[in-house]
């Protein structure tokens, strides 16, 4: 089975609870006003990989302790025959290794959507936090985008792990934004507040450091 990938990184912190992989999908359907992960919408088949081989990768980076797994995108469940083989061999390897990490995903698609359509994928999850992104709602709760945006345990794992969290003030997290460099290219993971990603470019361009492309504009 083959799965588009935009990126994947390790640890990530910002994305839920402790130390984690994100890994990001490639393509949306959704196409949410003020998105800042635009470079994620476009189908792109060059950006395939099998699941077995991004399995590899998450038991390769993950030696220093792993508390979760938080899949973003894009949207996963444009991909749900990928994201469902995805998330058995996570499932594998969590069982195989007797480990305790738990699954997060995000999704731009209604609650309702997705209990319709995709049942047995959410049942694979532990956590998610659903609904489109609106960008007339600043968040008010960690790790959501917009404020109409809920975080649903799915599973016994994640009501233990992220029911202290569901309603859990946005500044009681000191931290939200981290950076990663890809070569040329600059990553920021995490949900920056209204405005940030504007105001960054516009630092970094009186300090000479010019962006040819940014994620949050086409």
């Known amino acids: 089975m083959k799965i588009a990938i935009n990126k994947a990184h390790y640890p990530v912190t910002v994305l839920g609870p402790g130390k984690r992989i994100g890994i990001w999908l490639q393509g949306c359907n959704i196409g949410c006003k003020g998105c800042v992960s635009q470079d994620t919408w476009a189908s792109d088949p060059g950006k395939q990989m099998t699941v077995a081989s991004l399995l590899s990768w998450c038991r390769r980076v993950a030696t220093a302790g792993l508390d979760g797994v938080t899949i973003s995108g894009g949207e996963p469940f444009d991909q749900p025959a990928a994201l469902s083989a995805l998330l058995d061999a996570l499932h594998f390897?969590?069982?195989?290794?007797?480990?305790?990490?738990?699954?997060?995903?995000?999704?731009?698609?209604?609650?309702t959507t997705l209990q319709k359509k995709h049942s047995k994928i959410l049942a694979k999850l532990d956590a998610l936090i659903p609904e489109p992104y609106i960008d007339s709602q600043p968040p008010d709760r960690v790790w959501r985008g917009s404020a109409n945006q809920a975080l649903i345990t799915c599973s016994e794992r994640g009501k233990a792990i992220y029911d202290p969290y569901a309603e859990l003030p946005?500044?009681?997290?000191?931290?939200?934004i981290q950076t990663m460099l890809d070569g040329k290219r600059i990553w920021y993971i995490g949900i920056p507040a209204r405005g940030d990603m504007e105001a960054l470019a516009s630092q970094c361009e009186e300090r000479g450091l010019h962006f040819d492309q940014v994620s949050w504009r086409q």
Do not use: N
Request: aromatic share 16%; glycine share 4%; proline share 8%.
């Open 93 to 111: 390897w969590r069982a195989q290794e007797q480990r305790e990490f738990d699954i997060l995903c995000y999704s731009g698609y209604p609650l």
């Open 170 to 176: 946005l500044d009681s997290q000191p931290k939200r």
